[in-house]
Each structure stands twice: as structure tokens, then as C-alpha cells.
């Protein structure tokens, strides 16, 4: 079985590719080939997010004020 060879871009490029009838004959499976590609795009992101730690985060550990007595309101 011959195949057309493609680049990147999508352009057919003028080589064709033998693939054996036995392991590429079947009928492709739409969904799971979308989310094979999907998981490996995901994997190459850039991942350059960020959340404030404890440590980040403005103000003390401490409790500002006692919980009753005051007449404010809890924090």
C-alpha cells in the first residue's frame, strides 16, 4: 500500500511511502488520532504559569484581630 508523503505545512511532497496492508489497512479512528495529536501538543506547552505561595502572599499568618469582642466582622 503507497501513501503520499506530506510536510508540515501541507504541501504533498513528490515521495510515496510502503506501509504493510496488514498494520495500515484499517479504517482511522478519527476521535482517538485527534486526541493523540492533542495530548502531544499539550505536553510540548509552554507551561509558564504561576500561583503566589504562602510565603508570596501579602500580610502575616498571624490573626489580625481576636475573633469576638471587636464588633467586626470575621476575616
Avoid at 62 to 69: D, F, N, V, Y
Wanted: hydrophobic share 30%; aromatic share 6%.
Amino acid at each position: 500500500m503507497k501513501i503520499d508523503i506530506y510536510s508540515k505545512s501541507g504541501k504533498k511532497s513528490s515521495k510515496k511511502a510502503d506501509l504493510n496492508v496488514k498494520t495500515f489497512g484499517i479504517t482511522p479512528n478519527d476521535h482517538c488520532v485527534y486526541l493523540a495529536i492533542n495530548s502531544e501538543m499539550a505536553a510540548i506547552r509552554q507551561g509558564s504559569h504561576s500561583s503566589k505561595t504562602r510565603a508570596e502572599v501579602s500580610g502575616s499568618g498571624a490573626k489580625p484581630w481576636r475573633q469576638k469582642g471587636t464588633g467586626r466582622s470575621r476575616i
